[in-house]
């Protein structure tokens, strides 16, 4: 029998929204729990992120606004079962549907203040059966990181460190447009300035929810430990029963006497590992923070977990405007091409894909456009208009800082012919292209793509502009400019196979007993697919919460 130099009943491994989800409801079970985090910091790659858990049927939408039977709907319809996505079934999509709401429930009621991430945030595919056209989403009310004492400095940074709702936040951008967002501008600099005078220091987005998280987990007496990699996991008879960590510079054994549950992020700064699972990619491109290795992939595939959809990733379009490489976030080009007066192109001049929809989406059919045209880059192609009205890599409005043309970054011409020859592409294609993009929005359809067609489109787009023009708009008006566009991206999204209950199978359909994973350790239960904003986080704290509840022996039990 294995020897601890300590046991806990509920061992897990990483510090994302999953694992204090988890932690909290084993916690409220009246169980012990460690946390072991590898960085110096809490709170993972949720912390840099949005925050946002994608939850049908939450408790916050409006009743009869949603249901069990529409979001698993449009689950199923979306992702569906095929053979190359074996990390998601009916099962398991239904489970999340159903559970999901009652993890919402269960942390409010540990005291995360929470709420609807906003009215209008589209599902992904919102015209498929069972799409919401509103908005799933759910996310932590603006915290003040003072809050968490001394544990304010080891909370990673987020990206988004002001006192503003998240929804108010990404209406920011239209300031010039909007009487009301320029007062609601200057409302957030006097909160600023007012909480410096009174000691507060706000974050929102994921820093929010995971400042919140934090906070009800040291309330809930989760022991939690920094600079504490995992490196192994103990296993006797074929069970799961502790792992081996490092304490003051040498390995420490922890038992878990109810399991192990693995919540350590995915690859993404592992170029080795996406030369081998996602040719094409970069890991210098990805916004994860720097930890995210794949340590663990590797270490349960070694006791036997099989390792799925390790092709995916959660794209999110950046462009590498001057610094990137140095920015905290680098910067994303979601809604770039999305906006009126801009499309993409490939490196031959030729639209290929709908610029708006999901970022998923969008990285993948660059990376499968390129296989066939060079696409890596692609060029988001915009007139003076844009330029005058919209932003790019955080400037615009009219306003472009001299580094960006300097640099050579922010191509400008004349004409289009005259663009062309700067990003080196066939001058009357691209001319041909932009042309054809402009009857395209004459006559208000994207007949090549259906641009504007989905509701995420138009929210992507212009919110001050009517029907499909919300995105669509022509490029007619010199000057014209142009900036690279790089599948960049948020998280790898293929890892382990798991079950119902979030146990790691083999490779015979059998659980590997005592050992549970969820979010981007293992792959995805929403397949090959991004349904809608925040389908990492949300699986992540639900499959987080259902892999507590089967290890403790709850089933559905409340708690």
Request: hydrophobic share 35%; proline share 5%; with cysteine.
């Amino acid at each position: 029998m294995a020897e601890f130099d300590e046991t806990f009943d509920w061992v897990v491994v990483g510090s994302g929204a999953g694992s204090m989800s988890s932690g909290l409801l084993m916690r409220q079970a009246g169980k012990s729990v460690v946390i072991l985090e590898k960085s110096p910091y809490v709170g993972g790659t949720t912390c840099k992120s949005g925050g946002v858990m994608w939850i049908p049927n939450n408790p916050f939408m409006d009743p009869g606004e949603d249901s069990t039977e529409q979001g698993i709907t449009y689950l199923d319809k979306v992702v569906g079962d095929t053979s190359d996505a074996p990390g998601t079934t009916h099962e398991k999509r239904l489970a999340y549907v159903v559970e999901g709401p009652k993890m919402v429930e269960f942390l409010v009621r540990q005291g995360v203040q929470l709420e609807r991430g906003s009215h209008f945030w589209p599902d992904y595919y919102d015209e498929l059966p069972g799409g919401c056209k509103t908005s799933r989403t759910v996310v932590a009310k603006p915290f003040d990181k003072k809050e968490l004492g001394e544990w304010a400095p080891r909370l990673r940074q987020g990206f988004l460190e002001v006192p503003v709702r998240l929804d108010d936040g990404m209406k920011l951008a239209f300031a010039n447009q909007s009487w009301a967002i320029k007062l609601q501008f200057v409302k957030i600099g006097l909160k600023i300035a007012a909480g410096k005078l009174t000691g507060k220091h706000w974050v929102t987005a994921g820093a929010a929810l995971q400042g919140r998280m934090l906070k009800a987990a040291l309330k809930a007496g989760i022991d939690i430990r920094l600079e504490s990699p995992v490196t192994e996991l103990v296993v006797e008879a074929g069970k799961v029963t502790g792992v081996v960590t490092v304490k003051d510079g040498k390995p420490w054994r922890v038992g878990g006497r109810l399991g192990v549950l693995v919540n350590a992020g995915g690859f993404a700064r592992n170029q080795e590992m996406r030369d081998k699972y996602m040719p094409g990619t970069r890991a210098e491109w990805s916004m994860v923070n720097e930890s995210d290795h794949g340590d663990m992939h590797k270490e349960m595939e070694r006791h036997g977990g099989v390792l799925a959809q390790m092709d995916e990733m959660v794209g999110f379009q950046m462009t590498r405007a001057p610094g990137w490489e140095n920015e905290y976030v680098a910067p994303g080009a979601q809604s770039v091409t999305a906006k009126p007066h801009a499309i993409l192109v490939d490196q031959s001049g030729v639209r290929y894909m709908n610029e708006g929809g999901s970022y998923e989406e969008y990285c993948e059919r660059m990376l499968k456009r390129c296989a066939v045209v060079p696409a890596v880059p692609s060029w988001a192609i915009m007139d003076s208009r844009y330029i005058d009205k919209y932003m790019v890599a955080g400037a615009g409005h009219g306003k472009i800082p001299r580094k960006y043309v300097e640099s050579g970054y922010l191509k400008r011409a004349d004409t289009i012919e005259q663009l062309a020859e700067l990003i080196k592409v066939d001058p009357a294609t691209l001319k041909a292209t932009v042309e054809r993009w402009n009857g395209f929005v004459d006559k208000g359809s994207d007949d090549d793509f259906h641009r504007g067609d989905r509701e995420y489109d138009k929210f992507l787009g212009d919110p001050f502009r009517q029907g499909t023009l919300t995105t669509l708009g022509r490029i007619d008006k010199a000057p014209f400019y142009a900036v690279d566009v790089v599948p960049g991206d948020v998280s790898t999204y293929g890892g382990v196979i798991t079950d119902v209950n979030s146990r790691v199978l083999k490779a015979d359909g059998t659980p590997i007993e005592g050992l549970y994973a969820t979010g981007v350790s293992t792959a995805s239960p929403m397949g090959r697919v991004y349904p809608g904003a925040g389908a990492s986080v949300g699986p992540s704290m639900t499959f987080g919460c259902i892999a507590a509840k089967h290890a403790a022996g709850l089933g559905n039990q409340a708690v």
